[in-house]
């Protein structure tokens, strides 16, 4: 049973690499347990070893592009992705708890809010960033070095 607030997933069949959605009717399924109900509310996909590579493909080639927007044009995609979260707070609070059986006001303090607070932070921080600094008698470059996977 999905969240109260929440349309199954079920149904999907997707996954998402490099800004559009890959359908896999056929993939592996791996199912979402809340811990608290132990009900399976959702079905995931389950990507494959070259669905991976793809993705950290797909991250690569987005580097130039991304280096090239400077320092403010990635705080505002920052303040943009913080601003999708903040708008699907609710949703994503109640995905939460489902999901880690978090209680409540630990969903919403501790996972939603830090994550959008840290999209925040990230770009602030940008904003005060030059993309070489002199230190002393070296010059310091900050760019973009590729992909961080987690």
Excluded: H, K
């Amino acid at each position: 049973m999905a969240p109260a607030g929440l349309s199954p997933p079920a149904a999907r069949t997707a996954i998402y690499v490099g800004g559009r959605w890959l359908d896999r009717p056929q993939a592996a399924r791996l199912p979402v347990t809340n811990p608290t109900t132990e009900e399976v509310f959702a079905e995931v996909v389950e990507a494959t070893a070259e669905d991976v590579a793809a993705a950290v493909a797909a991250a690569d080639g987005a580097r130039e592009n991304w280096s090239a927007l400077g320092f403010a044009g990635r705080a505002t995609a920052l303040r943009a992705i913080a601003a999708g979260l903040l708008a699907r707070r609710q949703e994503l609070i109640e995905i939460v708890i489902a999901e880690v059986g978090t209680p409540r006001r630990a969903a919403e303090a501790m996972q939603v809010d830090v994550a959008i607070d840290v999209f925040r932070d990230m770009a602030g921080f940008a904003d005060g960033l030059e993309s070489e600094t002199q230190v002393r008698n070296s010059a310091v470059a900050r760019e973009p070095m590729g992909v961080a996977c987690l």
